[in-house]
């Protein structure tokens, strides 16, 4: 199905996917290891006084930041893996597949083999990691002073590779206990988020976002090819240069504070594609809050299914996203 | 080998027609090298409404000399006007406004529909993120000129290739250019769509006022469509002119490296390219 | 008009003050004190709802006598049985902050071996004490009971099971003086090797069962051996921690590649010991006098009475 791009169109879609957006972060608040009824957790938002009831502090200080980090990420991962599939004409691209999270994940694991105080700002090496892999990539992925998507992509996995074998390396030498924190965060976890990551994350994916949106019009037509994009009239080398750093810097955002979740930068764009069509207009808007609506709800499974214990939300995506991906797979075919 | 310019028999619509704002190519001496080939100076002109065909064996650098027409490749000396503009000189999304090149087209993996495919060709003239309601009616134009308006919903990926040479064309035409360049735009058709495409390109160039120019492969088709032939060998264009000229038995035979007769269409009295059998 | 504004002033001055003093009386409460991993952590008086992340801490607070205070504790807390019937606040590695939260504690134990570093800063940021062990040796147990016993107002009882705990170490440091000290390797995991390193207490309690560890030298906390290597370094003794997921029988492992050329298993001399060897709790004395019985064999009549942890 395709729904034309009109501005109307691309408005109602937002509007409609915001407002399922909020039921799913309401629903989210009030479900969790502790049970707590609508009322409790309508007083627990509203209370103000100190000190601060149970309710309130479990819903506003544990729930709602996990929550608006799982909208944020979501959101985050599914716009980077639309946006890559579409630098890379590759509908199989995600966003791990150019090696930032490898490169994120080193950065976290050599903080915490540094331990002390390092060990405490992780999520900042993280994203150094993260971009210092981007330029890497980059660089490495030029031929003849040109940016092209197949040496790209090659440039990427070889370093996804060689950093997936540092990071073993380095996880031999760590202690148990770090060994087995880190496995969380390779897998995916959003239980660990502060107030000043929250206010740092909210306006760099937000300007990300805007940035590849208002990009979407040129990412249509490079879909048509690097040669047909640029007789009609795109800059092709500026264009892929400005959408693999906004992708990369999505990636590495949420990467560096929550681990490596899996599946949902590959599938959320396919599903988009599947509702809306690949006009980006309509594409990108609809992936972001599709990706925010899958990761609340997969966290909220991941803090409910094994209550009181928690799964890291990597494993619900994976075990919830490998049967839709081979359902993608067989409709493809058929 | 290169002929002097001459109007031997063929109507300089630009000059007969005064006061017409039609669009006029002038091709003067681009050259051009790669690593083991090279294009030698080449010129020629044409006017609104004409057809010009390259037309050579393969690697004779007809593709080559496309591309440098179209002002995206840059000529290593020469140069190509455009209703008096030097292409090379021109910001791309201008050039993107007046001159439209189609080659054969990268397969999509993605599913657009042709209506959204043939938009494309607006993106050089849209200066916002959507569409206006005038680029809105040049795409229908487009897709009504080459017969897609019943498979504009459906998606790219579903329709033949000879349906998506014509999307293809319709997203050339969408971008209402001042020239229009074809690499093979015949290639997967069957006859009657080739006869089709070519007459009303013929047609659409004459009512727009552009010109087209394209290279193919088919030697009787160009000499029954086009207004002006270049035969290119080896990268030198060993003739050029109006297709009785060119399209010489001895010539062809040489160029082609196997024998050919020429004869005449008996419909149409335009030559006609046959093989001869040894 | 600006006598009313000076009022007013004054008047929200003295409600800040007021409100710093009810949200800063909380603090005022209880007293700072360093944890035995370097943090500072303001703890109360007397900790009436204490939550522990760690089966040992669970182990200790009963032996102190405070398992009535306790209102939650991890799936993994198994001893006492008691222990089980609590309200679980989930795994060792990632409790559920709700259900701490929930369960209104004013004391968190837990130990840094085993806890991650972000629970520790999240419970920080929600105003929730948290306190630290760690356990590197015997002594370091010892330590830890007497911290507890500080911390829950029971000195009295923590310095009575520390000296029955050193009686019991002292006792079988006598009998193993003079010993030889037969040589040990000690197997977390067979597959791939893993063994203990000389900074563990299960080092600890070898060397104090008069037993000398094959792996005294090397230097990580869980070295893993190559076949090979364990075979060089030519063990007496093989220990293995007794426990439900080590899954071959101690008849079997001698018929197991590489296994059978061990000298200690052709003369069969391989041993499963309780658990709680890899447990810092007061049982692990329990684990050195077992470990000292296989290592230095007693004949019957001198056998030292085994018992529970008192």
Same mark, same amino acid.
């Given at each position: 199905?395709?729904?034309?791009?009109?501005?109307?169109?691309?408005?109602?879609?937002?509007?409609?996917?915001?407002?399922?957006?909020?039921?799913?972060?309401?629903?989210a608040?009030?479900?969790?290891?502790?049970?707590?009824?609508?009322?409790?957790?309508?007083?627990?938002?509203?209370?103000?006084?100190?000190?601060?009831?149970?309710?309130?502090?479990?819903?506003?200080?544990?729930?709602?930041p996990?929550?608006?980090?799982a909208?944020?990420?979501?959101?985050?991962?599914?716009?980077?893996?639309?946006?890559?599939?579409a630098?890379?004409?590759?509908p199989?691209?995600?966003?791990?597949?150019?090696?930032?999270?490898?490169?994120?994940?080193?950065?976290?694991i050599?903080?915490?083999?540094?331990?002390?105080?390092?060990?405490?700002?992780?999520?900042?090496?993280?994203?150094?990691?993260?971009?210092?892999?981007?330029?890497?990539?980059?660089?490495?992925?030029?031929?003849?002073?040109r940016?092209?998507?197949?040496?790209?992509?090659?440039?990427?996995?070889?370093?996804?590779?060689?950093?997936?074998?540092?990071?073993?390396?380095?996880l031999?030498?760590?202690?148990?206990?770090?060994?087995?924190?880190?496995?969380?965060?390779?897998?995916?976890d959003?239980?660990?988020?502060?107030?000043?990551?929250?206010?740092?994350?909210?306006?760099?994916?937000?300007?990300?976002?805007?940035?590849?949106?208002?990009l979407?019009?040129?990412?249509?037509?490079?879909?048509?090819?690097?040669?047909?994009?640029?007789?009609?009239?795109?800059?092709?080398?500026?264009l892929?240069?400005?959408?693999?750093?906004?992708?990369s810097?999505?990636?590495?955002?949420?990467?560096?504070?929550?681990?490596?979740?899996?599946?949902?930068?590959?599938?959320?764009?396919?599903?988009?594609?599947?509702?809306?069509?690949?006009?980006?207009?309509?594409?990108?808007?609809?992936a972001?809050?599709?990706?925010?609506?899958?990761?609340?709800?997969?966290?909220?499974l991941?803090?409910?299914?094994?209550?009181?214990?928690?799964?890291?939300?990597?494993?619900v995506?994976?075990?919830?996203?490998?049967?839709?991906?081979?359902?993608?797979?067989?409709?493809?075919?058929? | 080998?290169?002929?002097?310019?001459?109007?031997?028999g063929?109507?300089?619509?630009?000059?007969?027609?005064?006061?017409?704002?039609?669009?006029?190519?002038?091709?003067?001496?681009?050259?051009?090298?790669?690593?083991?080939?090279?294009?030698?100076?080449?010129?020629?002109?044409?006017?609104?409404?004409?057809?010009?065909?390259i037309?050579?064996?393969?690697?004779?650098?007809?593709?080559?000399?496309?591309?440098?027409?179209?002002g995206?490749?840059?000529?290593?000396?020469?140069?190509?006007?455009?209703?008096g503009?030097?292409?090379?000189?021109?910001?791309?999304?201008?050039?993107?406004?007046?001159?439209?090149?189609?080659?054969?087209?990268?397969?999509?993996?993605?599913?657009?529909?042709?209506?959204?495919f043939?938009?494309?060709?607006?993106?050089?003239?849209?200066d916002?993120?959507?569409?206006?309601?005038?680029?809105?009616?040049?795409?229908?134009?487009?897709?009504?000129?080459?017969?897609?308006?019943?498979?504009?919903?459906?998606?790219?990926?579903?329709?033949?290739?000879?349906?998506?040479?014509?999307?293809?064309?319709?997203?050339?035409?969408?971008?209402?250019?001042?020239?229009?360049?074809?690499?093979?735009p015949?290639?997967?058709?069957?006859?009657?769509?080739?006869?089709?495409?070519?007459?009303?390109?013929?047609?659409?160039?004459?009512?727009?006022?552009?010109?087209?120019?394209?290279?193919?492969?088919?030697l009787?088709?160009?000499?029954e469509?086009?207004?002006?032939?270049?035969?290119?060998?080896?990268?030198?264009?060993?003739?050029?002119?109006?297709?009785?000229?060119?399209?010489?038995?001895?010539?062809?035979?040489?160029?082609?490296?196997?024998?050919?007769?020429?004869?005449?269409?008996?419909s149409?009295?335009?030559?006609?390219?046959?093989?001869?059998?040894? | 008009?600006?006598?009313?504004?000076?009022?007013?002033?004054?008047?929200?001055?003295?409600?800040?003050?007021?409100?710093?003093?009810?949200?800063?009386? @909380?603090?005022?409460?209880?007293?700072?004190?360093?944890?035995e991993?370097?943090?500072?952590?303001?703890?109360?008086?007397?900790?009436?709802?204490?939550i522990?992340?760690a089966?040992?801490?669970t182990?200790?607070?009963?032996?102190?006598?405070?398992?009535?205070?306790?209102?939650?504790?991890?799936?993994?807390?198994?001893?006492?049985?008691?222990?089980?019937?609590?309200?679980?606040?989930?795994?060792?590695?990632?409790?559920?902050?709700?259900?701490?939260?929930?369960?209104?504690?004013?004391?968190?134990?837990?130990?840094?071996?085993?806890?991650?570093?972000?629970?520790?800063?999240?419970?920080?940021?929600?105003?929730?004490?948290?306190?630290?062990?760690?356990?590197?040796?015997?002594?370091?147990?010892?330590?830890?009971v007497?911290?507890?016993?500080?911390?829950?107002?029971?000195?009295?009882?923590?310095?009575?099971?520390?000296?029955?705990?050193?009686?019991r170490?002292?006792?079988?440091?006598?009998?193993v003086?003079?010993?030889?000290?037969?040589?040990?390797?000690?197997?977390?995991w067979?597959q791939?090797?893993v063994?203990?390193?000389?900074?563990?207490?299960?080092?600890?309690?070898?060397?104090r069962?008069?037993?000398?560890?094959?792996?005294?030298?090397?230097?990580?906390?869980?070295?893993?051996?190559?076949?090979?290597?364990?075979?060089?370094?030519?063990?007496?003794?093989?220990?293995?921690?007794?426990?439900?997921?080590?899954?071959?029988?101690?008849?079997?492992?001698?018929?197991?590649?590489?296994?059978?050329?061990?000298?200690?298993?052709?003369?069969?001399?391989?041993?499963?010991?309780?658990?709680?060897?890899?447990?810092p709790?007061?049982?692990?004395?329990?684990?050195?006098?077992?470990?000292?019985?296989?290592?230095?064999?007693?004949?019957?009549?001198? @056998?030292?009475?085994?018992?529970?942890?008192?």
């Amino acid at each position: 199905m395709t729904l034309r791009a009109t501005r109307r169109n691309v408005l109602s879609t937002v509007l409609l996917l915001s407002g399922a957006l909020g039921i799913a972060g309401l629903a989210a608040l009030t479900v969790g290891g502790v049970h707590l009824s609508p009322s409790e957790v309508w007083l627990g938002l509203r209370d103000a006084g100190m000190p601060r009831v149970e309710a309130a502090i479990i819903v506003r200080d544990i729930r709602l930041p996990r929550i608006m980090l799982a909208m944020l990420v979501g959101a985050a991962l599914a716009t980077s893996g639309t946006a890559l599939q579409a630098l890379l004409r590759n509908p199989l691209a995600d966003p791990y597949v150019l090696g930032i999270s490898s490169g994120a994940a080193l950065g976290a694991i050599v903080a915490l083999w540094m331990g002390g105080r390092v060990a405490a700002a992780s999520p900042a090496m993280a994203f150094a990691g993260a971009l210092l892999t981007t330029a890497w990539v980059y660089l490495l992925g030029r031929r003849g002073g040109r940016l092209a998507s197949y040496t790209l992509l090659l440039a990427g996995v070889i370093t996804a590779s060689f950093l997936s074998a540092v990071i073993l390396f380095v996880l031999s030498r760590l202690s148990t206990r770090d060994v087995r924190g880190t496995a969380f965060w390779l897998m995916g976890d959003l239980s660990v988020v502060t107030g000043v990551q929250l206010r740092l994350l909210l306006p760099s994916i937000a300007l990300a976002l805007a940035g590849l949106y208002w990009l979407s019009k040129d990412l249509n037509v490079l879909l048509l090819g690097e040669e047909e994009a640029a007789h009609l009239g795109v800059n092709v080398e500026r264009l892929q240069t400005v959408v693999y750093v906004l992708a990369s810097m999505l990636t590495g955002l949420a990467v560096s504070v929550s681990g490596a979740i899996g599946y949902l930068g590959l599938l959320v764009p396919h599903l988009g594609r599947m509702v809306v069509g690949s006009d980006h207009r309509m594409l990108l808007p609809t992936a972001a809050l599709g990706g925010a609506i899958v990761l609340v709800l997969s966290d909220t499974l991941a803090r409910t299914v094994v209550a009181p214990a928690e799964l890291p939300v990597g494993a619900v995506t994976a075990v919830a996203g490998a049967p839709v991906f081979i359902y993608l797979l067989r409709r493809a075919r058929g | 080998m290169n002929e002097p310019l001459t109007t031997d028999g063929r109507p300089r619509t630009t000059e007969s027609r005064p006061g017409v704002a039609g669009a006029c190519l002038r091709v003067e001496g681009v050259a051009f090298r790669y690593l083991h080939f090279e294009l030698a100076p080449t010129s020629f002109e044409a006017g609104a409404g004409e057809l010009v065909a390259i037309i050579g064996p393969n690697g004779s650098g007809k593709s080559t000399l496309l591309e440098l027409v179209s002002g995206h490749l840059k000529p290593l000396s020469g140069r190509i006007c455009l209703d008096g503009h030097d292409l090379g000189s021109l910001p791309q999304r201008r050039r993107a406004q007046c001159v439209g090149l189609a080659r054969q087209d990268a397969p999509l993996l993605f599913p657009f529909a042709v209506r959204e495919f043939v938009r494309q060709g607006r993106h050089p003239h849209v200066d916002r993120l959507f569409e206006s309601p005038d680029d809105e009616h040049w795409v229908q134009w487009a897709l009504t000129k080459t017969n897609l308006v019943a498979l504009a919903g459906r998606p790219i990926t579903e329709i033949s290739g000879g349906e998506f040479q014509r999307a293809v064309l319709a997203r050339t035409l969408a971008q209402r250019p001042r020239l229009v360049l074809l690499d093979e735009p015949t290639a997967n058709l069957d006859i009657g769509y080739q006869i089709d495409m070519l007459r009303s390109l013929r047609e659409l160039a004459a009512e727009e006022d552009f010109v087209a120019v394209i290279v193919t492969h088919e030697l009787s088709l160009a000499a029954e469509f086009a207004d002006y032939l270049l035969l290119l060998d080896g990268g030198l264009c060993v003739r050029q002119g109006i297709p009785n000229r060119v399209l010489d038995s001895e010539l062809l035979s040489r160029v082609f490296r196997t024998p050919v007769l020429v004869d005449q269409n008996p419909s149409s009295g335009r030559p006609r390219v046959t093989w001869v059998m040894p | 008009m600006g006598y009313r504004i000076k009022v007013t002033y004054c008047g929200r001055l003295l409600l800040r003050l007021a409100l710093l003093l009810i949200v800063g009386i @909380r603090p005022l409460v209880g007293r700072t004190v360093t944890d035995e991993t370097g943090r500072t952590v303001n703890v109360p008086d007397h900790p009436q709802r204490l939550i522990s992340l760690a089966p040992s801490v669970t182990e200790i607070v009963y032996a102190l006598g405070c398992g009535d205070r306790l209102v939650g504790d991890t799936e993994y807390c198994d001893y006492p049985p008691e222990a089980k019937r609590k309200p679980h606040v989930g795994a060792v590695l990632n409790p559920s902050l709700e259900q701490i939260v929930a369960l209104k504690p004013d004391l968190v134990l837990g130990i840094a071996e085993a806890n991650r570093r972000e629970t520790a800063e999240q419970l920080d940021r929600l105003g929730i004490p948290l306190y630290g062990l760690t356990a590197h040796t015997m002594d370091d147990m010892l330590r830890s009971v007497h911290d507890l016993g500080g911390l829950l107002g029971r000195e009295a009882e923590a310095r009575a099971l520390i000296e029955r705990l050193q009686a019991r170490t002292q006792a079988v440091a006598e009998r193993v003086k003079s010993r030889p000290r037969p040589k040990v390797l000690f197997v977390v995991w067979y597959q791939p090797l893993v063994t203990a390193g000389p900074h563990t207490f299960i080092s600890d309690v070898i060397r104090r069962a008069g037993g000398q560890s094959v792996t005294d030298d090397v230097r990580e906390e869980w070295p893993r051996l190559s076949l090979e290597e364990a075979l060089h370094r030519d063990p007496d003794i093989i220990l293995f921690p007794r426990s439900e997921s080590f899954a071959p029988s101690l008849e079997e492992f001698p018929k197991l590649p590489g296994w059978r050329d061990f000298r200690a298993a052709k003369n069969n001399r391989l041993y499963f010991i309780p658990d709680t060897i890899v447990r810092p709790c007061p049982r692990l004395v329990d684990a050195l006098e077992e470990v000292a019985r296989v290592l230095h064999p007693e004949p019957a009549a001198t @056998r030292p009475a085994t018992g529970a942890q008192r």
